[in-house]
């Protein structure tokens, strides 16, 4: 079945998007779209049969369906860039929210302030923000969430589907594949081999995005409000919305109302302090 609407492509810079023609989109299973891998690097066969996603055995980052080993280093952080980049045009092409979280939402928080002093002064540049705003150098993953109606329309409409985009990194282009985990329908946290509830997939690389689904817990002892995610983090909506509009690796994204207030809470203080990065 082939999704009746095609999405814009974009050229993908450093700062913007451009809309040139349509990317084909369709939709598939991974051994249709998977261009040169011909064993199953999957841990498929160790993990337990409920389990949905399969990390791969040399990496727990990589979809071991599309690769047979890592990246190096600069290759992988050009790999990164582009599924952040695809992913938040594709995600704002379609009307979908999504935001930052996690180690993410934390590279981001210790890039944002790109300033220069000028007259004495501290200015904000807005080319650096453009700039500076990205993915930590030692990060391999990407963490976003949905809300529960989203994740919904995701599965409904959109479940393996295959978006073809161009780059100026990568002028031959290359597929992302949006695949959600049928269990996404189960919301209790009791499902604990499943999670993550969608991936986007660099078909290319087997880099991916875990998408995470925040859904509002009705018998929360804390009463009304609150949400969850099935991987155990817990927080009320007024900590997430009304989300925040700011720039990702160069692209238009969103993150949570009080980000500050939700990273303290995930890793300490010293995560908002502390210079020096401690494995």
């Not at 791969?56 to 071991?64: E, K, L, T």
């Not at 073809?164 to 049928?182: K, S």
């Not at 081999?193 to 969608?198: E, G, P, S």
């Not at 009080?258 to 995930?266: D, Q, S």
Request: glycine letters at 6%; hydrophobic letters at 35%; a negative charge.
């Amino acid at each position: 079945m082939h999704l009746g609407r095609l999405l814009p492509a974009c050229i993908l810079t450093s700062f913007s998007l451009g809309a040139v023609l349509p990317p084909q989109i369709r939709d598939a299973d991974s051994s249709s779209v998977r261009l040169k891998h011909l064993k199953d690097m999957s841990g498929k066969a160790g993990d337990p049969p409920e389990k949905y996603f399969h990390e791969s055995i040399f990496h727990p980052h990589y979809d071991g369906r599309f690769a047979e080993t890592t990246l190096d280093y600069i290759e992988q952080k050009r790999a990164l860039k582009n599924l952040v980049q695809t992913f938040l045009a594709t995600f704002n092409d379609l009307g979908v929210e999504t935001w930052l979280v996690h180690g993410t939402l934390l590279g981001w928080w210790w890039n944002k302030k790109a300033r220069r002093k000028a007259n004495g002064c501290v200015i904000t540049s807005f080319y650096q923000e453009l700039t500076d705003q990205k993915i930590m150098p030692w990060d391999s993953d990407i963490d976003v969430q949905v809300s529960e109606p989203s994740i919904f329309f995701l599965g409904t409409y959109y479940n393996m589907s295959v978006f073809h985009y161009a780059t100026p990194r990568i002028p031959e282009g290359r597929d992302y594949m949006l695949e959600v985990n049928p269990h996404y329908v189960n919301r209790e946290q009791t499902d604990t081999m499943n999670v993550i509830d969608a991936r986007w997939i660099d078909t290319e690389s087997g880099l991916f995005i875990d998408i995470t689904t925040a859904r509002y817990n009705l018998t929360h002892p804390q009463g009304e409000g609150m949400m969850s995610c099935k991987d155990g983090h817990e927080f009320r909506d007024t900590y997430i919305f009304p989300l925040r509009t700011t720039v990702f690796e160069g692209v238009s994204a969103k993150i949570p109302y009080r980000y500050e207030a939700l990273l303290r809470a995930e890793y300490g203080e010293s995560a908002l302090t502390e210079t020096v990065f401690n494995k």
